[in-house]
Structures are given as structure tokens and as C-alpha cells.
């Protein structure tokens, strides 16, 4: 270089393509991997939609590429909200959140209930048993497998992870509402409605004990002797619509009790609030710029969601799977994989009470506001759904429920009780799997 000139700096900056931490890369505030699985959603849902015949692909792989497209979708309707509401104040966040945080699930399954309403003379598939196995499939994720992985995960990074028990105290008190109201219902049906039984056969003894009757594919019916549906209209209808009105309800006082009334229920012996303390919402985007994204993730999201409904059909035929594992299961774990992933990193840094709030959370929101949505739909539209559960949906939910809060008792948590938690939901999802195909639906 010159004397008279100024000096220059040549600065060449180089990063490795793919490494270990590669999943860490954002790209304006989005996760890098999400960012790759957006030409996966733009193939979904041209394939889906200009491929009317399945020329060029399957019905099962347009299923599963519609279905891996949701998880991305539901990651940005997520951050979107979380930039808004960080702009905003807690009751805008608070009616966000009970708006959009569902929406997900909500489309999922109407979807699937449109689909149930246009194939009503497809007897060999159950849709409606499909959604109320969904639902029941998040509540078992949200109660044991996001706790249990999140445990496992902080309990080997941390040894042991203690939690607020005031506010994993409140969680589960609305836990306990939400579920009486959304099964109390199947109880009123188990305890008052008729057996139905489709075949009887008369074995005439020779004894002097009488004649042995054996029947075969027994359920409750909800329409009532000689099938008409007195009971179904007199009895059990206003009883839906009246517990459709008071959990939504529960839901709004919890709200006005964490966020108004009761913040300081929820500060740590420290005078930390809830939590680790650090755990702040990050504005990502403006409001405009993340009300964009969360227009176009959701109606991204809607397609996609029908396109998987619509390929609910073939994927049972081709597989042999029951209703109540791909609902229990594909169906419910979908749409709650973000959950999963954030649990499992606020574990990571050592704030496991941020993941367990984020299960009971979800498994409120399932029962306060997407069963009370699902039921206000089907009474607009008739999509036949009725909120009547499975004796296999009843009992799993009511155990976990049970479990989950044994666990969280203390106010600590180890690899050892994530352990439980994840045994204990393999034991039920295995019970779904090798439960045989519905064969009355209800």
C-alpha cells in the first residue's frame, strides 16, 4: 500500500454449511431448519391441489408431506402471536392466544368432520372417532409425554429441577376442570343410556335353567330404546351445550386469576417471577409484518389440513391402522411438536417449570376451548359430532391426569420421574395400538 493512501482491511467471514450446531442458524428470527421445510409446504400443497388424480404422487406420501407441512405452519402462527403480543398488552395477548394458539388443532379436525359429514355412507372408517382420539391423543402428549421428555432431558443436563408449585398447583386445578367438563358427558352416557347390541342369539337349554342369551358388538347408545332420540335430545344435548358454556368460562377466570388478580402467587422465593426469571417474549417482527406472516401461515395451514383429511381414507386402508392410534397418535402429535421442541430447550436451560406450564397449558386449551369450539361448530353446521367418548379415551385421560399430578407433588423433578411419565404414555398409546378398528359410530 501507498504511504498516502488510507489503510484497508480485508475481512472474509466463512461458516461451515452443516456442523452440530447447525440447528441453532436463524434466518430473520426463524429457526433454519423451519426454513427448509417451507418448500416442503409449497410441494404440498401444489401437489395437493393441481394433482387431483395422484399422478405423480401417492395418496399416502401427499399425506405425509401434508402433515409434516403443518408442523412449520404451526411454528410461525406461534411466533407470530408471541411478536404480537409482546407489542401488546397481556389481555390482547391473552384473547390471541385463545384465538390463534388452537387454531391449529381446531382446523385439523373440522377438516376431518367435513370429511365425516361428505362420506356418511362410508361405514368402514369412524372420522368422528378419529378427532375424539386426537383429542384425547394430545391430552395424554401434553400430560405425560411433554413433562417426561422435558425431565428426562433437564434431569440428565441438571440432576434435579425444581418447579413454582403455586403455579403448577393452578395448572392443575384448571387441568381437573377441563376435564370433568369435557367427559362428564361420556359419564351421563355410560350411566343412563341403553345397550345396543347389533347381533343376539337365543341358545335354547334342555335344563330347567331357562334359555342363554349371547350377544356380540354391545355399546351405549345414545339414541335410546327403539332407536328413537329422546334421550339424545331431551337429556343429553342441553347437557353438551351447558358444559360447552361453562368451560370456556373457566378457562376466562383462569386467565383473569394469573394475569390480574394473582401475579404474585406466581414469583419464585427469590422474587423471581415464573419460572427461571428469563424467560421474556422477544419481539421478532412489527405488528404488521407479523400479522402477514400469520395470515399466510394459516391459510397455509388450512390447506394442508384438508389435504390430510382428505387422505385419512386411503392411509388406514393401505396400513391397517385403527382409528385410535392415527388419531391418538400422527393426528395429536403433529400439531403439538412445537410444544415439544420448546419444552424440551426451556428444560435444556434449566427452567423446567416453563415446561411444564407449556403442557398443562395445551391440555387446557384442548378441553376449555377446543371442544366447546368443536361443539359450537357442529350445532351451526351439522358435522356429527358428539361429544361422547370411548371407555379406552375415558380411563386413559383420567389416569394420566392422576399420574401426572402425583408427580409433580413435591416440586421437583429428575430423570426418574420423566422416565414414569414416558413408560406410562407407551403403555396407553400401545393400548391404542392394538385396539381393533371402531366398529359402531356413535
Not at 44 to 53: K, R, S
Not at 73 to 92: D, K, N
Not at 195 to 212: E, L, V
Request: net charge negative.
Amino acid at each position: 500500500m501507498r504511504s498516502h493512501s488510507k489503510p484497508r482491511e480485508v475481512i472474509m467471514c466463512s461458516y461451515q454449511a452443516v456442523n452440530v450446531y447447525y440447528y441453532k442458524f436463524t434466518i430473520d428470527g426463524i429457526n433454519i431448519v423451519i426454513v427448509n421445510m417451507l418448500p416442503i409446504v409449497l410441494a404440498a400443497i401444489v401437489l395437493g391441489y393441481f394433482d387431483p388424480h395422484n399422478y405423480y404422487i401417492t395418496p399416502i406420501m401427499e399425506f405425509i408431506l401434508s402433515l409434516i407441512s403443518i408442523f412449520p405452519m404451526s411454528y410461525l402462527i406461534g411466533m407470530a402471536i408471541t411478536s404480537i403480543s409482546a407489542q401488546s398488552s397481556h389481555a390482547v395477548g391473552a384473547v390471541l392466544n385463545a384465538t390463534f394458539g388452537s387454531i391449529v388443532e381446531i382446523t385439523l379436525y373440522i377438516s376431518t368432520l367435513l370429511k365425516a359429514h361428505q362420506t356418511s355412507d362410508d361405514i368402514d372408517i369412524c372420522y368422528v372417532d378419529l378427532v375424539r382420539s386426537a383429542l384425547t391423543g394430545t391430552l395424554l402428549a401434553t400430560m405425560l409425554l411433554i413433562p417426561g421428555i422435558s425431565m428426562v432431558v433437564g434431569g440428565v443436563m441438571h440432576s434435579e429441577q425444581r418447579f413454582n408449585m403455586h403455579s403448577a398447583g393452578v395448572g392443575s386445578s384448571l387441568l381437573f376442570i377441563s376435564v370433568a367438563g369435557a367427559f362428564t358427558p361420556t359419564i351421563f352416557t355410560k350411566t343412563f343410556a341403553v345397550i345396543d347390541c347389533s347381533r343376539c342369539n337365543i341358545s335354547y337349554s334342555t335344563h330347567n335353567d331357562g334359555d342363554d342369551i349371547q350377544c356380540s358388538d354391545c355399546f351405549f347408545s345414545v339414541h335410546g330404546s327403539n332407536h328413537s332420540d329422546t334421550f339424545k335430545d331431551d337429556k343429553l344435548t342441553p347437557l353438551v351445550y351447558t358444559c360447552t358454556v361453562l368451560l370456556p368460562l373457566a378457562y376466562f377466570i383462569g386467565l383473569v386469576y394469573t394475569l390480574k388478580t394473582h401475579t404474585f402467587i406466581f414469583e419464585s422465593p427469590h422474587g423471581e417471577t415464573k419460572g427461571s426469571g428469563h424467560h421474556k417474549p422477544i419481539v421478532l417482527w412489527g405488528r404488521l409484518k407479523s400479522c402477514i406472516i400469520l395470515l399466510i401461515a394459516v391459510t397455509c395451514m388450512s390447506l394442508c389440513a384438508d389435504l390430510v383429511a382428505d387422505n385419512i381414507d386411503p392411509l388406514l386402508r393401505s396400513t391397517g391402522l385403527s382409528e385410535l392410534f392415527l388419531g391418538g397418535t400422527i393426528l395429536a402429535l403433529a400439531p403439538s411438536l412445537p410444544e415439544i421442541l420448546n419444552g424440551v430447550q426451556f428444560a435444556r436451560q434449566n427452567n423446567i417449570n416453563m415446561s411444564i406450564e407449556i403442557g398443562s397449558s395445551v391440555a387446557v386449551q384442548v378441553c376449555l376451548l377446543q371442544i366447546p369450539i368443536l361443539v359450537l361448530s357442529n350445532s351451526i353446521k351439522d358435522m356429527s359430532f358428539l361429544l361422547v367418548f370411548n371407555d379406552i379415551h375415558l380411563w386413559s385421560v383420567v389416569l394420566s391426569v392422576v399420574i401426572m399430578n402425583y408427580t409433580f407433588i413435591d416440586g421437583k423433578s429428575d430423570y426418574f420421574q420423566g422416565s414414569v411419565l414416558l413408560i406410562v404414555y407407551a403403555i396407553l398409546i400401545s393400548m391404542f395400538y392394538f385396539a381393533p378398528p371402531t366398529t359402531v359410530c356413535l
